[in-house]
């Protein structure tokens, strides 16, 4: 079961890597902490690309706990 968990976290990993990195726009712009003051509001595509970082993030989260609490190991 361990052997699988780590699989999934791995893989779960390398996605959210690949989202995050499809996210960033403009030359460095975003990656150094040099992005621009305006305020602009998220459309279509690129809201759901954040909405699905977030979600991939909760799940890498809960994927990680649950590889450590091991419940299936309780006794």
């Known amino acids: 079961m361990q052997t699988y968990m780590n699989l999934a976290a791995v893989f779960l990993s390398i996605v959210l890597?690949?989202?995050?990195?499809?996210?960033?726009?403009g030359g460095g712009s975003g990656l150094f902490g040099a992005a621009d003051g305006t305020f602009r509001t998220r459309r279509g595509v690129e809201q759901i690309m954040f909405r699905f970082t977030i979600?991939?993030?909760?799940?890498?989260?809960?994927?990680?706990?649950?590889?450590v609490w091991k419940p299936w190991e309780r006794f």
């Open 17 to 25: 890597i690949a989202v995050v990195l499809l996210q960033v726009k």
């Open 55 to 67: 979600f991939l993030g909760v799940l890498f989260v809960a994927l990680s706990l649950v590889s």
